[in-house]
């Protein structure tokens, strides 16, 4: 996993968690909604580069240029994309266009609703200060340590719809109609340059491919996800010298917002950690899903978690030592 020091991690668990502990990929946390898991990934504080160089294969001319962006502060994000069940246990109904497991994403949501879900979540765990994450939490997270196109290494843009490193790591429009589980897939037959075969895709459960160093899942494909930031195809012009804890924030309502991630139905170049868009905060599409970020007003951790506390459960106390593999 990515370089963190000591005493940027975690040592005790939020007031929040039920479940707390460190596996192969780091520390989580985890809180439940009548028995539906949130999970949740420690990120540790630091600096990456932000954007793509200008020879990266699908890059588009809002991704740079490249700077150094520096996060002051550790944070929370969901494993994964916010499911469908997640969504039911908190708001009590069920926004998506695709039918199947309840692990898969929910869509379908404008990003008014995104906040008022993290309202809600927030009203059943105090503490937890659950919110959409900033664009630069969101690609920070995403690389892990990388500075490549994927976090998984580079990209070869082979089609429109055909990157053969995706495969592994992403559900894009290449791959999306593989194994569909979902019962009202939507006509893809004409879709070009396919990676693979069919004619019908959609959504997949999340944790399906490969997660990156930090053990997030579905970070890129699937759904694209919103972040808090507005959006601004000049922001990066405009901070080329660098920046801390960049948020660009608005007060209109009507102001279009960040978008991050790919989609099951996108094309392979926006599938990459620094592919960037925006749309209108009340649009809602089967492609537009969120993730959260939280813990954003904690205080830092000050002392590394010990190995004999691995792993804690306040539903069932102290479990035995050692690490715990998820």
């Known amino acids: ?98 039918k199947g497991p309840g692990e898969l994403p929910v869509e379908q949501v404008t990003w008014p609703e995104c906040k008022a879900f993290a309202e809600k979540l927030n009203a059943l765990f105090p503490g937890l200060h659950s919110a959409l994450p900033t664009e630069a939490q969101w690609e920070y997270a995403c690389r892990a340590g990388t500075e490549t196109a994927l976090y998984t290494g580079g990209i070869t843009v082979k089609g429109e719809n055909n990157a053969p490193e995706l495969d592994e790591i992403a559900w894009y429009g290449g791959n999306s109609g593989v194994d569909l589980e979902v019962s009202n897939g939507e006509n893809s037959k004409g879709r070009p340059n396919k990676q693979h075969p069919h004619t019908l895709a959609g959504t997949h459960r999340v944790k399906l491919k490969k997660p990156n160093a930090w053990g997030l899942h579905d970070m890129l494909g699937n759904v694209w996800e919103w972040c808090a930031d507005e959006w601004d195809e000049k922001a990066y012009a405009k901070r080329a010298a660098g920046a801390t804890d960049p948020f660009l924030d608005s007060t209109d309502e009507s102001a279009h917002r960040v978008l991050r991630g790919g989609s099951w139905g996108g ?31 904690e205080p830092s951790a000050a002392e590394p978690l010990r190995a004999e506390r691995t792993r804690f459960s306040r539903k069932g106390g102290a479990a035995p030592g050692g690490r715990r593999e998820r």
């Open 1 to 98: 996993m990515p370089s963190c020091e000591s005493s940027l991690i975690p040592r005790f668990p939020p007031v929040w968690a039920e479940v707390f502990g460190e596996d192969r990929h780091g520390i989580f946390a985890e809180c439940s909604v009548n028995d539906v898991r949130f999970v949740w990934r420690w990120i540790c504080r630091g600096s990456f580069q932000m954007g793509s160089p200008k020879d990266e294969p699908g890059r588009w001319e809002a991704e740079g240029p490249k700077h150094k962006v520096t996060l002051s502060r550790g944070f929370w994000l969901g494993e994964t994309p916010v499911t469908q069940a997640q969504w039911q246990a908190v708001m009590g109904e069920n926004p998506s266009y695709f």
């Open 267 to 297: 094309r392979a170049r926006g599938c990459r950690s620094a592919c960037r868009g925006g749309d209108a905060p009340g649009n809602r599409f089967l492609f537009l899903g969120l993730r959260l970020a939280a813990g954003q007003n």
